[in-house]
């Protein structure tokens, strides 16, 4: 049985609204540190109201006030909630020398060390110590201990925007020169499944940075465009479901269509994202995403379509059309190493991952360089493919495919703040949220 892992971003503060650097200042005086405003205390609130009929085994939160406070707002809305546990792994990241600046001060007084924070946080220095180094070694930790304990259970853990996205990063593998390339909203959930006791077990990150819970304050299901952001952003959107998908037969590249649960989520997808700004559209050429386009593109009547056959599903070659015991049957232990060591299969007569990765590649960036800075497109394509985009935003190898989820009718956002040339940000991932109640992606699991 899977640990799952629920993350939660603390509320908004009054340090949030100033811009100032919160870290774990004052840690031992309470009366010192940052409190949530109302509209944290409602976010908070928010949040509890998307949790609360999650299953929650074991909560852990931050030991400072905004931490504590936002989870305990959180569990009073769960009417099986378990006691809240403080863990001093959850502190945030140490910056001692700056907390309580103004961020635009220390940007000022700090000109280099704020270079390296932004730019390369690997080597970001300050006094004598390297604070995102030591806020991943102490996630590292606080994963060895409590994944050991807790195995099988539902865990949530409340913390903060540095901590929870080392968390993460050390969870799925993303090195810490990628630490800005994640991102956490106040109040925003996250969702990671681990196989076993251990990260090396395997883990799963089901979905990054929900906030549709919170559109009534921030006036969007998605995240918003953080500040400076001066390139395009990008809605990838995995099609909706096939009989193929509920039967857990392999498409591959047979040409299934969407069935009517399909066709429903494909309509919800299309009311989730019907006041968000969609200026371009792409599409696998295959009846499946493009149908889940056409749907979303009803409410973008402006908008054209356009088509690339790199987008296409991965070919199975001859394994599509059948069913996994048919699959076994005749190719014996592929299925096996197909889930568990993917980048070794070379599907009989079809593709492998890595040709799945360079088709991917070349697509995705002629995509990215074609949307205008200050537009957003919309790309809907499949399984293996998103798989293979998300993987391509962290430098990810086909050795690392299953750590991305991706649900039938799921979106992901996806920005170029500094243009198609900077680094992406994978601002939330595989948002299921329109597709069912609660947080967790439950759509079909099926064959790809």
């Not at 493009?290 to 199975?316: N, Q, V, Y």
């Not at 299969?345 to 799945?356: A, H, K, R, S």
Request: glycine residues 6%.
């Amino acid at each position: 049985m899977s640990t799952r892992v629920v993350i939660v971003r603390h509320g908004e503060t009054n340090f949030n609204v100033l811009s100032k650097i919160q870290g774990r200042g004052n840690y031992d005086r309470p009366e010192l540190q940052s409190v949530l405003t109302d509209r944290g205390t409602q976010q908070a609130k928010l949040a509890g109201q998307a949790l609360a009929n999650l299953n929650i085994d074991i909560a852990y939160a931050s030991p400072l006030v905004r931490a504590q406070s936002t989870a305990q707002i959180i569990l009073s809305a769960n009417f099986n909630a378990p006691k809240l546990d403080s863990a001093e792994g959850l502190l945030e990241i140490d910056l001692s020398e700056w907390e309580s600046m103004l961020a635009s001060d220390v940007e000022v007084n700090f000109p280099e060390q704020y270079h390296f924070w932004h730019n390369e946080p690997e080597n970001f220095l300050l006094g004598d110590r390297y604070p995102i180094v030591e806020l991943f070694e102490q996630a590292k930790a606080f994963w060895a201990e409590i994944l050991a304990k807790h195995q099988g259970k539902t865990i949530l853990l409340v913390g903060h925007s540095g901590i929870n996205r080392a968390l993460i990063s050390t969870a799925i593998g993303i090195p810490i020169n990628r630490y800005h390339k994640i991102q956490q909203a106040n109040c925003a959930i996250s969702v990671l499944n681990f196989a076993g006791a251990n990260i090396s077990d395997g883990v799963q990150l089901e979905s990054l940075n929900l906030v549709s819970h919170l559109s009534e304050i921030i006036g969007s299901p998605l995240p918003p465009l953080r500040k400076h952001h001066n390139g395009a952003r990008l809605l990838l959107v995995r099609h909706g479901e096939t009989e193929w998908n509920r039967q857990k037969r392999f498409q591959g590249q047979i040409d299934v269509p969407l069935n009517n649960n399909g066709h429903a989520q494909a309509r919800r997808a299309s009311e989730f994202l019907a006041k968000v700004k969609i200026d371009k559209a792409f599409s696998s050429p295959m009846l499946r995403p493009k149908d889940t386009a056409l749907e979303i593109l009803h409410k973008h009547p402006h908008i054209k379509l356009e088509l690339f056959d790199e987008l296409k599903e991965i070919s199975h070659g001859l394994w599509e059309g059948k069913f996994e015991h048919e699959i076994e049957a005749e190719f014996a232990g592929q299925l096996a190493l197909w889930q568990s060591q993917p980048e070794t299969v070379q599907m009989p007569e079809g593709e492998n991952l890595q040709q799945v990765w360079d088709r991917v590649a070349i697509v995705w960036q002629k995509i990215v360089e074609s949307v205008p800075a200050g537009e957003t497109a919309l790309v809907v394509a499949h399984d293996a493919v998103n798989k293979a985009i998300l993987c391509l935003l962290f430098d990810f190898a086909p050795e690392q495919f299953w750590v991305f989820k991706q649900g039938n009718g799921g979106v992901s956002v996806i920005d170029y703040p500094q243009g198609a040339a900077g680094k992406p940000i994978l601002q939330s991932c595989n948002i299921t949220t329109h597709l069912s109640e609660g947080i967790l992606d439950r759509t079909a699991a099926g064959a790809l």
